[in-house]
Structures are given as C-alpha cells and as structure tokens.
C-alpha cells in the first residue's frame, strides 16, 4: 500500500478479495500516476481525531481519470513501472535544461 502517494508518482490500483466483487471491471490492476490527493487530518486537528476520508485522484495509462481510497494504491511491481509523460514548466521532468 501507497501510505503516503504524492503527485506524479507511478502506482497500481489494488481491491482485496473481499472488495473485488465491487471494484469496476478493468480497475483492478490498472497502472497509472497520482495527480492529487484530499482529504485527511486539517491543520490544528488534535491528534488521535478522524480526519476526511484521504481519497486519490489517477489518471490511468488508458487515459481516464477516476478517485480511489488512498487504501487502495500500491506500487507497481517492475514489469509494471512505466515512466509516465510528465510536463513540468513545458519540458520533461527528466530534462535537466
């Protein structure tokens, strides 16, 4: 499990045997990359207090975008770890110009 995902990381969308009936067909499995995550503690709440649910938005390798429980993220084994297209400030991420 992904227990803390940050933008623009790599990550596969992972359901429990118990939740699988329930997952939309074609997610379980899917590989994509984090574009935002919400929710949880706010600042100044006392420790120990349930914050909002932390819930993820990824936009899979197929192109859609959906929102998962943070719960629900993992890593993406090796054959699985694709490097995404990222843009920031107009070049590749892996640019060093």
């Known amino acids: 499990m992904l ?10 969308l992972w359901y429990g045997p118990r939740y699988l009936p329930h997952a939309r067909p074609g997610l379980h499995g899917a590989c994509g ?20 649910p932390r819930n993820v938005l990824v936009r899979l390798d197929s192109g859609e975008t959906v929102i998962v429980p943070g719960g629900n993220l993992r890593l993406p084994t090796t054959h699985e770890q694709q490097p995404a297209l990222l843009l920031t400030k107009g070049r590749d991420v892996g640019d060093k110009a």
Not at 7 to 12: A, E, T, V
Not at 33 to 52: D, E, I, M, N
């Open 33 to 52: 990359v984090v574009v935002a995550v919400g929710g949880g503690r706010k600042p100044g709440q006392a420790p120990g207090t349930k914050g909002s």
């Open 3 to 12: 227990s803390n995902p940050r933008p623009g990381q790599r990550c596969q």
